[in-house]
């Protein structure tokens, strides 16, 4: 009973004292509200990311790729296990009883014949609460799989919005290389025919084809972009090829987020919850390890019935024992000590790793709001490049007519046009882009 006593007061002064890491304030500071510099279109905050797209079919296609993507139903495997192993820990509290048929046959001068029928139990009174720690970790693991699972839908959401994004104005990109090419030939056209009267050079005609060949280089190389951008969506849609049914003709729209955030919106980010949970997880496995150094105590029972046939098994009275136990680790202590003090160490390492999810987070946000104030200023000038370069290709094009400038300055001119309507294009996709993955650092999902 004395060396009983000492190893339960040894063991109760090593439980850790420790504030748990869960409980600890975060060191990221989240700003109380964003504030963008230029204003949004619109003042309404969605829900979700699919809210933010006005295409029905461009939904659709979100909808099938989350049904069918390998990753993501890999994902769901490993949620399930998460929750297999969390009905497991939480059933260790309770006895478990095991029902054992032994038949023995013997021959020592005459043959004898013994059967035994026994009903086991054994039981660990979770007296410190160890058994309860380890439940509530694997709680927290399954909730930290589930937002997991949720934060891969969301991604893989907006993958998608974006791919297409880029899918569709690569396609309106192709459509105005075609239109500069036809242009540059009808050029060549014109030259060809003032060559033949001998009032242009033949050099005109050299320059406006090599003009044309290298625009015709420019749109294979994005021909072979879009093509590899189809079979790398149809991947994330389980498919081969770059076949692509059910898109839209038109450009798609997303919708605009506010100039004024909460900046609490962003705790609604599963990852950053997911995190947290991590911490919960590892601050509760800190405790099981720490009471693994506290006795446990055990009841076992057993009751049984032996004959020698099955009809004197059923006969005979029944034998049965009741034994209470408890055991402490005595020569394994320090083991189980760097155990426990490993086990703290993970769980300040998880605390460290949710904030460094919490200051990406905001950082994510803060980067996203900019470049929507820096693009929407970009796709202004350009706008106003592009009108003032179709201007000036028009006169180019009546100067070069009438003689006044040469072949290098229309062609110039031209290039000029065209490449400032590509540049809009490719900004307009761009701040496009950006709203789905500032949805996305907001925590908005599907």
Known sequence: MSLSL??????????????????????????????????????????????LIE????????????AANYDLRRTAIRLEEARLLQYQADINDRPTVNAKFEGQRSKQGQTTSQQTLSLDMNWELDVWGRLADASDASMANTQASELDYQYARNSLAARVIQAWLDISYRAKIIEVEKQWIANLVSTEEIIKEQVVDDT????????????????????????????????????????TGTDLDGVPADLPQISAL????????????????AAYQRIVAADKNTAVAYKELLPKFNLTASI????????????????????????????????????AEIAELKAESSYLAYQNSLLTAITEVE?????EASLLRQQEYLQQAYDFSQSS??????????????????????????????QLLETEKARLSNRITLGLALGMGV
């Open 55 to 66: 295409q029905e079919s461009v939904v659709q296609l979100v909808e099938k790729t989350l």
């Open 200 to 239: 242009k050079e033949l050099a005109d005609l050299d320059a406006a084809r090599a003009a044309t060949a290298r625009v015709r280089a420019t749109q294979e190389a994005r021909i072979h972009s879009q093509s590899r951008a189809l079979r790398n969506l149809n991947v994330l849609r389980g498919q």
């Open 304 to 339: 049984s019935r032996s004959g020698t046939s099955m009809n004197q098994l059923l006969e005979n009275s029944s034998v049965w024992n009741l034994i209470g136990g408890i055991t402490a680790p005595l020569f394994d202590r320090g083991r189980l000590k760097s155990n």
């Open 393 to 422: 290709m028009r006169n180019y094009q009546v100067r070069y007519q009438d003689g006044v400038s040469g072949i290098l300055s229309l062609l110039a001119a031209k290039q000029v046009a065209f490449q400032a309507h590509i």
């Open 367 to 371: 980067n996203a709001m900019d470049n």
């Open 6 to 51: 000492v190893v339960l007061l040894g063991g109760c002064s090593t439980i850790n004292s420790n504030q748990p890491f869960s409980e600890r304030e975060a060191e990221v500071d989240i700003p109380a509200n964003w504030q963008a510099a230029d204003e949004y279109v619109n003042a309404e905050l969605p829900n979700q990311l699919l809210a």
């Open 258 to 273: 506010p100039i004024q955030l909460s900046g609490d919106l962003i705790g609604s980010r599963p990852d950053l919850i």
